[in-house]
Structures are given as structure tokens and as C-alpha cells.
């Protein structure tokens, strides 16, 4: 069974990844793991990290693309925090 046959559409709907690991019977880091395969491979699951959380699958091109929005946010993030770590290691070489 996939994540994504478990999971409604709809923020609404979300699933924690402790009720998933629970369904699958697996721990919840391989419900990460699942749920980031089945997501390269075009299935529109989406995470709220606010009430409710969890998981569940877009019920709108609105929902995905706000989940995008929250994406882009990580991903400046962590860009932000690898490049002030790359200055310090490069600071190091001295």
C-alpha cells in the first residue's frame, strides 16, 4: 500500500506521520522515506506543520502551489545556513 492511498484530500484531512507508521506498520522515518519517493514520482502530497498536521493530498492547485510557497521558504532557508557554514569552513582553511 502507498502514502498516498492512505492520505484525503484536503488540509483538512491530514494524517500525522505517527498514524501512517501505524497503518503501514513501519517506523516513521520510512514513512519519510516513502513519502518523499512518492513525491518524485508526481503524487501531490502535502505537509502542514500548523493545526491540522500532517499529511494529506492537495485538493486544489491552490493547496499545491501554497505548499511550493512553503517549500521555497525551506529551501532559502537551508541555502541561507549552507553558505554562512561554507564561509566558516572556508575561514578555517586559513
Known amino acids: 500500500m502507498t502514502v498516498s492511498e492512505l492520505l484525503g484530500e484536503g488540509r483538512s484531512n491530514a494524517r500525522t506521520r505517527q498514524e501512517l507508521a501505524d497503518l503501514l506498520q513501519c517506523n516513521p522515518r520510512e514513512v519519510t522515506k516513502r513519502i518523499e519517493y512518492e513525491r518524485q514520482q508526481g503524487a ?43 564561509q566558516t569552513a572556508d575561514e578555517w582553511k586559513v
Open 44 to 86: 501531490a502530497i502535502c505537509a502542514s506543520v500548523s493545526a491540522p498536521l500532517g499529511y494529506y493530498l492537495a485538493g486544489s492547485r491552490e493547496e499545491l502551489s501554497a505548499y511550493c510557497g512553503s517549500l521555497d521558504r525551506r529551501l532559502r532557508s537551508i541555502t541561507t545556513t549552507r553558505d554562512a557554514i561554507r
